[in-house]
């Protein structure tokens, strides 16, 4: 009777422990979701099928996509992605796209007509202006997601690839040909 | 004031100096050269903003570019002139790129501003002499070119002594040695201004043993001046004594935290060309126009120390070195060990560029093929930062980024003793250079996506709160008809249910008969 009693007690003071610490130590939101997003190159442009690199993220945790459809993360990104979910690399699909050099879209501004609609599609409120008023790329902000291009009526934005500056440039590699 | 004792650090290597040769003639202004050129690329990779426009006429001394921030100290005209464009000219950078500067016609009259001095300086605030400091220009000039006036406020922290750095330990350099010579008394004035400003309780003077001719200039220079804070040291000739961190531990002792700074273990640590500067700048009034450089090697025929204004083209002072030998083979601005190599003699002169070093053949190793690494651990024995360069140079060569700053990558001081002592060759200082390059970079980019994610959560947020209020304002509206007291709008809303209910009803009785 005795046992019985101090198994029953034990039993209802773990399960006091178990929900005290479930509460105590709860993981707000997906700590996988958040690692794959922090590996994401941030581009937002939609390339991977998904509405942004969050959306992504979201379906490769549960399993629905495949690691290979981030374009602008290239071939890292997926060799990256798949150490991190513990899955087999494999190239990139390039029917999605093609890793390209990093390039910021140029507003030809003599032609910009003020639609708005670019600034409508830009993902990172990277464009600015007004109905009727000129609009331009604030360059800094600009993730070179290409999604401006095709609203614009007048076919005025084109990327312009990020020139290199002396602040920018990096010691290459011994042996690698200098430019 | 006396100095018992020295430390030593770890490493370092006895090299032949080479010093001789550039220090055989004395100390001579060069030329006024024709045109100036003044890059305006910061340090932070943006432009400093113009303090001039094409056409205007500037005097030396005239601020030119940048102005206020704190990281970036101006510039200014190193003569007097016309401002005959901003354009994209080659930079005296390792990358070859081209970069916008300002470039001035001079009028050979070399007219100045005025600017008055302070030679009761202690009667001023720190604050005040420090924005002199700040705005005569004066950055480090032992090459890194980081601004003095930024170290002189360690926001906080005590510091008890001043360290003025004279141990020009690399090869080849002696631009430092001939200021000693020449102007001892100058670099003791700056030194007791800065020893004020940082009420720091005493004031080492390192100068390296193989320069005796500094040190007994400078011995005396104290001695008459009677500056009884100030101590003269002469620090062993072992490269790279003058190195910030190896000269505070051969001084004092003390080991400056990795990633932290000399004002954390209550140093702080000036060249001795900066100081000198900075007491012209704030007890005589003058900006920061001109540096000493050296320019040497056997690929010159006279090699010697000139005061050079800034912005004077690299091949104006070959020229008045006796121009090039049959033998120049490597131009390199810097010494032999830290320096890089330049594409073209076409570039000026700025604040860093302290040698002008013409290789003639053979002269430098460096260009020999390498051998692949035999594990000896010579790199190890003779790294200052007490690094494993082998371990460095496995991990940078294979990519992985992650163990390469494990072995604390970002301690190393691009001495180049690693690269001497290699036995195979290897240019180790390049891998790790790039390898800091890569991680940098990754850095970089890792923030742009960063702020990328966080405006297009923004938006997100945003544009569901704009959805949010449209819908909010619809239901609003609704209500508020619904409540209206106008009759015509109530029986205009009866009439649309009731015309609604009909259409339902007809909807209804047309659908039976087809069901059944």
Redesign the interface.
């Known amino acids: 009777m005795l046992a019985l009693l101090a198994v029953c007690l034990l039993f209802a003071l773990f399960g006091l422990l178990l929900s005290y610490a479930s509460r105590r130590f709860k993981v707000e939101g997906d700590p996988l979701v958040d690692k794959i997003d922090a590996m994401l190159p941030q581009t937002q442009c939609g390339q991977c099928g998904y509405p942004g690199c969050r959306p992504y993220a979201v379906a490769l945790a549960r399993g629905e996509a495949d690691i290979n459809q981030c374009p602008p993360g290239g071939e890292d990104g997926v060799k990256n992605l798949a150490e991190l979910l513990g899955v087999e690399s494999k190239p990139l699909d390039t029917a999605r796209g093609t890793e390209k050099p990093k390039a910021v879209a140029v507003i030809d501004e003599a032609a910009c007509i003020g639609c708005t609609l670019c600034l409508q599609t830009c993902p990172v409120d990277a464009i600015l202006g007004a109905s009727k008023f000129m609009h331009t790329v604030i360059a800094a902000e600009c993730t070179g997601c290409e999604l401006c291009l095709a609203p614009c009526p007048v076919d005025c934005i084109r990327m312009a690839p990020v020139r290199e500056t002396a602040a920018t440039w990096r010691w290459p590699e011994p042996g690698a040909v200098r430019p | 004031m006396s100095f018992p004792k020295l430390w030593s650090f770890h490493g370092g290597l006895r090299l032949d100096g080479h010093k001789q040769e550039s220090t055989r003639l004395p100390l001579r202004a060069a030329r006024l050269p024709e045109r100036l050129v003044f890059p305006l690329?910061?340090?932070?990779?943006?432009l400093a903003a113009p303090g001039a426009k094409p056409g205007d006429r500037v005097l030396k001394g005239q601020l030119i570019a940048g102005g206020d921030e704190r990281l970036d100290p101006p510039i200014h005209a190193s003569t007097s002139g016309r401002v005959r464009s901003i354009e994209e000219l080659p930079?005296p950078?390792?990358?070859?790129?081209a970069?916008p500067c300002l470039v001035i016609e001079a009028d050979g009259e070399d007219a100045a501003v005025e600017i008055e001095g302070l030679a009761n300086y202690r009667e001023h605030p720190p604050e005040e002499l420090l924005r002199r400091v700040h705005q005569a220009g004066i950055v480090g000039l032992g090459g890194a070119a980081f601004p003095t006036a930024v170290k002189l406020a360690p926001a906080g922290r005590r510091i008890d002594t001043l360290i003025v750095n004279g141990a020009e330990c690399e090869p080849y350099i002696t631009c430092d040695d001939s200021l000693l010579r020449h102007r001892a008394d100058e670099v003791l004035q700056g030194a007791e201004l800065l020893r004020h400003i940082l009420h720091a309780e005493r004031c080492l003077l390192a100068i390296e043993s193989d320069m005796p001719e500094a040190l007994t200039t400078a011995e005396r220079a104290l001695r008459e001046g009677g500056f009884d804070r100030i101590a003269v040291v002469p620090v062993p000739a072992i490269y790279p004594t003058g190195g910030e961190k190896q000269l505070i531990r051969v001084l004092t002792g003390r080991e400056v935290p990795a990633r932290g700074l000399p004002a954390d273990v209550g140093v702080v640590c000036h060249n001795v060309g900066t100081v000198a500067a900075a007491y012209r700048a704030v007890v005589l009034g003058e900006t920061l126009t001109s540096r000493i450089v050296t320019v040497t090697g056997r690929g010159v025929r006279q090699p010697q120390n000139l005061e050079v204004r800034l912005g004077t083209a690299i091949a104006d002072l070959v020229a008045q070195c006796g121009g090039y030998t049959d033998e120049a083979e490597r131009l390199i601005l810097g010494g032999p060990l830290m320096g890089f190599a330049l594409p073209s003699d076409e570039l000026p002169i700025v604040k860093s560029a302290h040698c002008v070093l013409v290789a003639g053949r053979g002269e430098l190793a460096g260009s020999r093929p390498?051998q692949p690494c035999i594990r000896c651990g010579a790199c190890a024995e003779v790294c200052p930062a007490q690094l494993l360069p082998q371990q460095l140079y496995w991990y940078?060569?294979s990519d992985q980024l992650e163990r390469v700053l494990d072995h604390r990558l970002f301690d190393c001081i691009e001495c180049g003793c690693c690269d001497v002592v290699c036995p195979s060759h290897i240019?180790l200082v390049?891998?790790f250079?790039?390898a800091?390059?890569?991680a940098?970079?990754k850095q970089r980019?890792r923030e742009?996506?960063?702020?990328?994610?966080r405006?297009?959560?923004?938006?997100?947020a945003r544009k569901a709160e704009e959805a949010r209020e449209r819908a909010e304002a619809a239901r609003r509206k609704k209500e508020n008809l619904e409540k209206s007291a106008v009759p015509e709008i109530r029986q205009a809303i009866e009439r649309a249910r009731r015309k609604r209910a009909e259409k339902t009803d007809q909807h209804a009785t047309s659908d039976t008969p087809g069901r059944s």
């Open positions: 690329l910061r340090r932070d990779g943006r930079l950078h390792p990358s070859g790129l970069g390498a940078s060569r240019p390049q891998y250079r790039a800091k390059g890569k940098i970079a980019e742009q996506a960063d702020r990328a994610r405006r297009f959560e923004a938006r997100q």
